[in-house]
């Protein structure tokens, strides 16, 4: 009896990880059973144990390589989160404003980010600082959209009641308007997951002096297509643990749902 409440105590901890564990043992199975069933050559298709080996064998350069990516990645994606956020605001307590700068934001955002890199090169520079600025970008607009929307979900009469305290919009926005749209501002955060680290090495593939998109160009430059999957594998697993530690941020954040 003591040993089945232990296990049901604990197979709540494991739960949100058996999706991400059976998504791989699929992945696993697929990849190598079309491997051995329709013969592709390693050229083509190379076998995961395969790339996994070749990732062991060059972590000096892949590690040196994820570093610089999730150094843009992740200083874009703070910019543009919180760019985005402020903006939302702005244009809450400014509706006259939003119907100018919506349509603009839209329009940017029409064409894929990756568009914009030979200006963002120009601009910025072939270092860091072009590629944080795509990512916020990116990130910037997806925020902005999420948490508009959420912040407008506010209840009105809750609203109108703290006015009739004196509370003043701020108050309000901070009080009220802010915890009601933290699961869009959440889910935007998680939507920005991905897209913040595409838009980082798509620009690196641009033009950058380090980081996995160079490292990705380079290799296939090269026909060295190991080191391409290795690269893409470590970006992928990253992007993973990422977003991991975005689902247990919102677990704690966004508790009630």
């Known amino acids: 009896m003591v040993a089945q409440r232990k296990l049901t105590a604990a197979s709540p901890s494991f739960a949100p990880v058996m999706p991400v564990v059976l998504s791989i043992v699929v992945l696993l199975v697929v990849?190598?059973?079309?491997?051995?069933?329709?013969?592709?050559?390693?050229?083509?298709?190379?076998?995961?144990?395969?790339?996994?080996?070749h990732a062991f064998s060059d972590t000096g350069r892949l590690a040196a390589a994820l570093l610089a990516t999730l150094g843009e990645a992740l200083g874009g994606y703070a910019l543009g989160s919180v760019l985005g956020l402020l903006l939302a605001v702005v244009l809450l307590l400014a509706p006259p404003l939003?119907?100018?700068?919506?349509?603009?934001?839209?329009?940017?955002?029409?064409?894929?980010?990756?568009?914009?890199?030979?200006?963002?090169?120009?601009?910025?520079?072939l270092g860091a600082a072009s590629k944080i600025a795509l990512v916020a970008l990116a990130v910037g607009f997806t925020m902005l959209v999420n948490a508009l929307h959420g912040l407008k979900q506010a209840d009105l009469a809750a609203v109108n009641l703290m006015r009739s305290f004196g509370a003043g919009q701020l108050k309000i926005v901070?009080?009220?308007?802010?915890?009601?749209?933290?699961?869009?501002?959440?889910?935007?955060?998680?939507?920005a997951v991905p897209r913040s680290m595409i838009v980082a090495i798509v620009g690196e593939m641009l033009g950058a002096y380090a980081g996995l998109g160079r490292m990705i160009y380079e290799s296939t430059q090269q026909v060295?297509?190991?080191?391409?999957?290795?690269?893409?594998?470590?970006?992928?697993?990253?992007?993973m643990v990422f977003y991991g530690l975005l689902v247990w941020i919102d677990q704690k954040l966004v508790w009630w749902r």
């Open 174 to 191: 901070w009080r009220l308007r802010l915890p009601v749209a933290m699961p869009s501002v959440v889910t935007a955060l998680r939507i």
């Open 224 to 239: 060295d297509l190991l080191s391409v999957w290795a690269a893409v594998l470590v970006a992928s697993l990253a992007s």
């Open 31 to 53: 990849w190598e059973g079309a491997i051995l069933l329709f013969g592709i050559p390693p050229f083509v298709l190379p076998s995961l144990d395969a790339i996994v080996r």
């Open 98 to 125: 939003e119907r100018i700068v919506m349509p603009l934001a839209v329009a940017v955002n029409a064409v894929p980010t990756v568009a914009y890199a030979p200006l963002f090169l120009i601009w910025f520079g």
